[in-house]
Nanobody, 125 residues
Framework: VQLQASGGGLVQPGGSLRLSCAASGFTLHYYNIAWFRQAPGKEREGVSCISSSDGGTYYADSVKGRFTISRDNAKNTVYLQMTSLKPEDTAVYYC???????????????????WGHGTLVTVSS
């Protein structure tokens, strides 16, 4: 089971990026997939999650209305479309998966048992 996050980079404030989380070794849509981020000196925080059961989506208040999580079952990939980026969005972004999830706990890192390597997003002028 592997998750590979990609798509990070340097972007100006107000810009957009799309992160990808590609899965290998398992069928992604049977799993709950989340994006987390960790900025220097800060704890890892949940950004968004897409549910395996009904495709329901969840977002941190700080990204609601700006970020969109989606899933392409044919490509076995989950995306995080990020728009109106702010300097405070700068962080290493990780994707994570788990088969069974209490949706109220979607934002807790300990809820997930598979993690991909992170991809760095830097928002700066």
């Amino acid at each position: 089971v592997q998750l590979q996050a990609s798509g990070g980079g340097l972007v100006q404030p107000g810009g957009s990026l799309r992160l990808s989380c590609a899965a290998s070794g398992f069928t992604l849509h049977y799993y709950n997939i989340a994006w987390f981020r960790q900025a220097p000196g800060k704890e890892r925080e949940g950004v968004s999650c897409i549910s395996s059961s009904d495709g329901g989506t969840y977002y941190a208040d700080s990204v609601k209305g700006r970020f969109t999580i989606s899933r392409d079952n044919a490509k076995n990939t989950v995306y995080l479309q990020m728009t109106s980026l702010k300097p405070e969005d700068t962080a290493v972004y990780y994707c994570a998966s788990v088969a069974y999830l209490w949706t109220m706990d979607w934002g807790l890192p300990e809820s997930y048992n598979y993690w991909g390597h992170g991809t760095l997003v830097t928002v700066s002028s």
